[in-house]
């Protein structure tokens, strides 16, 4: 049991605390920790709930904090396997988090950057253009990076449209964030056609595809769910393109798992899908 516990993989993750709507640390504990690696936490921000459709929530941003904790971690020689980074609270903390990797980073550490900022074409309204400029420079720091299509579509200077996408526009962007810096990417939100969603994980020659039926809706979280499942595989040996096809099969069933009337800026019962370890267990190769 004890050799068991200290040959687990050891994940920091990098993200706010979302008191209330079920993403960030609140969705990255729970999944890493039960597909099987330790989760330490570095958080970003601490909100009343997250951003996306609460009025009034508020916001208190822990650059400092963040400073003082991984000074207090230096005595520990503390060792982690993978990096993985998401909500920031601000600007600066893109160079908090450049420091960290500069810290923790050995060959055997992998760092998973999803850089959030916006979906449905749009920044979420507590980021602006400055943001996405300071965001783009961790791309280099990225093993894999874990964009949706909006996000990917910032970084890149690309044009947002609504509709469905071409394999050429979905290569473009990929050897696009490659060029700048990124080995890996796993971009998110891809359709070829209407009824289908999936994501594209860029490859040495064609990129892989993985798509699921399209659910009517926008649920609050799946991001975050997303990189969690795809970072826990990963921990567990799993190959990328296997990873972010479990990751997007685990997504689906917390959707499903979801009451269809349920205020979806609560996020998705994703606690149902860990109960059954379908993920986990069976559907990873
Ligand atoms: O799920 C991404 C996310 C994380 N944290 C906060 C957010 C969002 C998206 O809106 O607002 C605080």
Redesign the pocket.
Known sequence: MLLWFYSMKNVLAI??I?CV?R??LTVCLPIISAMGSTCASLPT?L?ST???GFDGFT?LDLTDEMRKIVAAWRPLSLKFDALYS??LACAAQTDTVKNLIAEYKTPHTTVIIDP?MG?DGKL?K?FDKAFVEKMKQLLPLADILVPNITEAMLLTDTPYSDGSHTPALIESILIKLQKAGAKQVVLTGVFFKEGELGVAVSGAQSPYYYFTPRIAGSF??T??IFGSVLTASLMRGVRLEAAAAAAADFVVQAIHATPPNADTRYGVNFEAVLKTFAVCTSNIV
């Open positions: 993200h706010d979302s709507g993403c960030s921000a909100l997250h951003t996306g916001c998401g909500f959030v979906d979420y507590v609050h979280g991001g975050d």
